[in-house]
Nanobody, 114 residues
Framework: QVQLVESGGGLVQPGGSLRLSCAAS?????????MGWYRQAPGKQREFVAR???????NYADSVKGRFTISRENAKNTVYLQMNNLELEDTAMYYC???????WGQGTQVTISS
């Protein structure tokens, strides 16, 4: 079983930045597992945000490309999502996912408001 704990969410103004963290643990967690960030806004379906593969290659949703950066620190079993130039439309609950184990974290709320 894999446990994922997200942190770093909060309330920021448009144009601001946040860095989300996802700490992974558990008996079957692989430090080399592909990891992803997803988000769900009120009344909308959960959507893909970013993914990082074991080889370090990354993919992003078009809506966040150039503003968000996913990275990982294997020694700490942690995946990060650096979010810059935040927009009102980025408001959502952000979830981390272990793509190999198909496990989700509990989410961290990101709210963009002036």
């Amino acid at each position: 079983q894999v446990q994922l704990v997200e942190s770093g969410g909060g309330l920021v103004q448009p144009g601001g930045s946040l860095r989300l963290s996802c700490a992974a643990s558990g008996s079957i967690f692989s430090p080399q597992a592909a990891m992803g960030w997803y988000r769900q806004a009120p009344g909308k379906q959960r959507e893909f945000v970013a993914r990082i593969r074991p080889d370090g290659s990354t993919n992003y949703a078009d809506s966040v490309k150039g503003r968000f950066t996913i990275s990982r620190e294997n020694a700490k079993n942690t995946v990060y999502l650096q979010m810059n130039n935040l927009e009102l439309e980025d408001t959502a609950m952000y979830y981390c996912k272990d793509l190999f184990a198909n496990s989700w974290g509990q989410g961290t709320q990101v709210t963009i408001s002036s």
